[in-house]
């Protein structure tokens, strides 16, 4: 796949002809600390635009046995899916839905939607998206039971640091993907999410990839487009009709004993929303005997003795509101993104190691065009126990109801198998310290 360098968008052309101020939308969250010299977004360009063929495939899981297949094509095509366990012999087909939306003077191509199934576990499926001409994709589905390997990482954008990481990770022998928010770093530039569709395909359409957003899905502009998370509403539809969510923002799912819950940090979390009243009951359905293990996902990290993004409402008033929810449901580890470096604390609740609390883990190293988050607070808070400003991912290799292996591989580290960072976790439903 060609890929050329920088692009200038069409937004701030946009936005020069309203007359507007267009610093207003570019100043980010939190700076004042140093970053390395940003790397430029790459960008993936169509091999056939225009075309009805298949583009920016991604795959990503719906109840125990199904699949939901998004595309995009330029031109009308079907939403149909053509599927089967032997290349080139579709006996299955499934058809979906197609949307599209606007934004600014940007017109999203034919958004493809086709949940397929009942699916065996574990098992290599070969599908054909749209038209009966296009390409063969592959995918595999996650097993029904342990052990099952997460890749996760946070904060991607789409750079060399970023193919750095995905080469990394396609090497990495992973059931489905984590990625706890920050996915296109488009920041308002359309097409860039489009490209971030092309550049992620070859792994995304192997492989479910289950993400919740960051602050750069936002994407709101005062007066001009006064609602937030359209692309990636549209682009990235997860599984919340299915765990009785309201909102794509937020929702859960089983996966070969974990129970996975993706919150959003930038929608409301207070006690008297949607979403906290919706993570209350979830929480309350979990069966530990068959989910031995709860994975939370957030975008801002409660926990972060980085220098970058300190004393940010999504950090502080998010834990103050959900973090006895997470404590008392007894919830193992909870992944952040957002600070631009890896972290993992220890067991902590309210600041202090807790034997019955999560393990909070940064993991917003995925290479994005800001750079990293190299400057800590000192000295090293004593929950911290290990961090580092380099771009990575992370593996959570769940063994059973009682062992999880996590790693950090470090993108220097040209032999995947090399890890950097690493722990045994047990699970707290097998603690007897911890039951409720
Ligand atoms: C769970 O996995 C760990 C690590 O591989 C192993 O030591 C332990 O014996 C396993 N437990 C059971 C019940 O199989
Ligand atoms: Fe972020």
Redesign the pocket.
């Known amino acids: 796949m060609a890929v050329v360098e920088g692009r200038l968008g069409g937004f701030l052309i946009v936005l020069t002809i309203m007359g507007l101020a267009l610093p207003v939308f570019f100043i980010a969250p939190v700076q004042g600390y140093n970053r390395p010299p940003p790397r430029k977004n790459l960008y993936v360009p169509s091999d056939d635009p225009g075309s009805d063929s298949p583009q920016q495939v991604h795959i990503s899981t719906v109840g125990a046995d199904k699949m939901r297949v998004s595309w995009i094509t330029d031109s009308p095509s079907p939403a149909t899916v053509e599927y089967g366990t032997s290349p080139g012999a579709y006996e299955k087909s499934a058809t979906g839905s197609t949307s599209s939306y606007k934004y600014l003077m940007y017109e999203s191509g034919e958004i493809h939607d086709v949940v397929i199934g009942p699916l065996e576990p574990n098992t290599v499926y070969y599908y054909r998206c749209g038209s009966n001409s296009g390409p063969e994709f592959s995918f595999k589905t996650p097993p029904a039971s342990f052990p099952v390997t997460f890749a996760v990482v946070g904060d991607l954008g789409q750079t060399e640091w970023t193919k750095s990481t995905l080469d990394h990770i396609s090497k990495a022998n992973y059931d489905m993907l984590l990625l706890p928010g920050d996915l296109s770093y488009a920041d308002f530039d359309q097409p860039l999410w489009d490209s971030f569709g092309r550049l992620v395909q070859p792994l995304a359409s192997q492989r479910p990839w289950m993400v919740t957003q960051g602050n750069h899905e936002i994407e709101k502009i005062p007066v001009l487009h006064s609602s937030a998370f359209t692309a990636y509403n549209a682009r990235w539809h997860m599984p919340y009709e299915e765990s009785v969510s309201d909102s794509n923002l937020y929702y859960s799912f089983d996966v070969a004993g974990v129970h996975v819950i993706m919150l959003g940090s930038y929608t409301d979390f207070d006690p008297s929303s949607a979403q906290y009243q919706w993570l209350q009951v979830d929480l309350g359905k979990v069966d530990r005997g068959r989910t031995p293990w709860i994975v939370v996902l957030i975008h801002a990290p409660w926990y972060n003795s980085n220098k970058a993004h300190q004393g940010e409402s999504e950090s502080i008033n998010m834990k103050d509101a959900m973090e006895d929810l997470l404590y008392q449901a007894r919830v193992d580890v909870v992944y952040a993104g957002h600070v631009h470096a890896y972290e993992r604390f220890t067991r902590v609740y309210k600041d202090e190691a807790n034997n019955c609390g999560p393990v909070h883990i940064t993991i917003g190293d995925g290479g994005n065009r800001e750079g990293l988050a190299s400057k800590y607070k000192n000295p090293q808070p004593k929950i911290s126990v290990f961090r580092e400003a380099s771009f990575g991912h992370g593996q959570l290799v769940v063994?059973?109801?009682?062992?999880a292996?996590w790693t950090w591989h470090r993108n220097e580290d040209s032999d995947e198998a090399v890890a950097s960072d690493s722990i045994?976790l047990t699970s707290l439903s097998s603690d007897p310290a911890c039951k409720n």
């Not at 063994?399 to 062992?403: D, I, R, V």
């Open positions: 063994a059973n109801a009682t062992h292996r045994w």
